[in-house]
């Protein structure tokens, strides 16, 4: 890596002045604000960096606050009695305040692997371990994003630029600093933080830094399926899902992190598109409205179209109903986990919403409540109702559900009475069968010809 080459491009360093941005203490967490204080104070550099930064310029309201200064992981923690020191590749300082964390990276240097003093150790171009200290100009360049390499400097309170961030969020672009295919070489996420960042700002990919998803993709495969995962959360429940998967899409990303999905899609189906997409916006929209969300519900719907095509593969092989979808299930989820990692209380959730599909369908008096005192019905109803694009049934079946959740048992099991019970789009009570006539058996011992007469 070469720092010359790397800022020649590079405009001159800016220095806007408190009265030339937007950015307020008012809108800093007071931790971060101690923090900075507590550096400045000691006699180090302190600087709010990062996203916060780039979000306040923006408007927005930050959920986490970075800070950069000159002094060493070691002297933090001499400085905060609630500090731990973690990282092995990034050695960092976490300052605890509550439930808040407050990350406190020394500024990077721009030495070569092996530089004397330092702790770099690049493999295939993949930085695996980088702990040499610089300046906050070479910190600012080693940065990925022009629009994240921007300091609030809390000596005068100033937003100093080393890169021309300003002028992309001006532009709405996002623009990689240095050499694009050297940067994703280093760290292969950093194509899924491009797509992730334009999908959440409403910022464009400078061509530059689009071109190389193509070619190098693929190294995405190469990364931690662990940190593909926190990734996957990110892009995904974060409240710009729906966003973040069409900008993958545009990409040509998901098919590296998501391949069954990717897969299920190009065969065309529609009503699978919908389903995604819809699944998406209601997630969406819970987080804009402060309802939980589960990470287990999304991956069933990614991973949907893939494990329903698969389970009707087996059983047109001839395989029972249940162990169809058991292998289906397992083959997809077995696969996706080599990329992404889903923890086993995820994917057991899938699963069961999986499994649980064919059991709508089955409408008879003791299989529907065995069905709606299964503590994933609730999950797995939410579901059906996302396939209403599949058929008329569908969207029949899951009107029907809905309507049986909101009578009482009583009144259910009257509607359903003993037999099978086709769905409706009306009532329950329209869909029960007619109850038929006992017959009354004749007395015993009367022959076929006897009247029973005198």
Known sequence: MNPETRSDALPAMRIIPREQHSISRKNISKAALRVLYRLHEAGFDAYLVGGAVRDLLLGGHPKDFDVATNATPDEVKGLFRNCR????????????????????????GTGE?????????????????????????????????????????????SVRDYVGGMQDLEDRSMRLIGDPEQRYREDPVRMLRAARLAAKLGFTIDPAAAAPFATLGHLLGEASPARLFDESLKLFLAGHGLKSFRML?????????????????????????????????NTDARIAAGKSVTPAFLYAVLLWGEVRDQAQGWMAQGFDMNEAWQRAAVHVVGEQCQRVAIPRRFTFTMEEIWALQPRFEQIHRKRVFRLMSHPRFRAAFDFLLLRAHESPRMRELGQWWNHAQQLPPEMLAAALGGGGVPPSDHTVAATA??????????????????????
């Not at 330092?118 to 040499?132: L, M, S």
């Not at 100009?137 to 000596?155: K, S, T």
């Not at 038929?436 to 029973?452: E, H, I, L, Q, V």
């Open 113 to 157: 692997e092996g530089a004397e003093g330092g702790d770099r150790h690049i493999v295939d171009g993949r930085i695996v371990r980088d702990n040499i200290w610089g300046s906050i100009e070479e910190d600012a360049v080693r940065r990925d994003f022009r629009v994240n390499a921007l300091y609030y400097d809390i000596a005068d309170f």
């Open 433 to 454: 069968p007619a109850r038929k006539r006992r017959r009354r058996r004749k007395p015993a011992g009367r022959g076929k010809g006897d009247s029973g007469g005198a």
């Open 85 to 108: 020191l973690i990282g092995r590749r990034f050695r960092l300082a976490h300052v605890v305040f509550g439930p808040e964390i407050i990350e406190v990276a020394t500024f990077r």
């Open 249 to 281: 899409e545009a990409c040509g990303l998901l098919t590296f992190l998501f391949p069954a999905t990717a897969r299920a899609l190009e065969r065309g189906d529609d009503a699978l598109r919908a389903l995604v997409e819809q699944g998406l916006a």
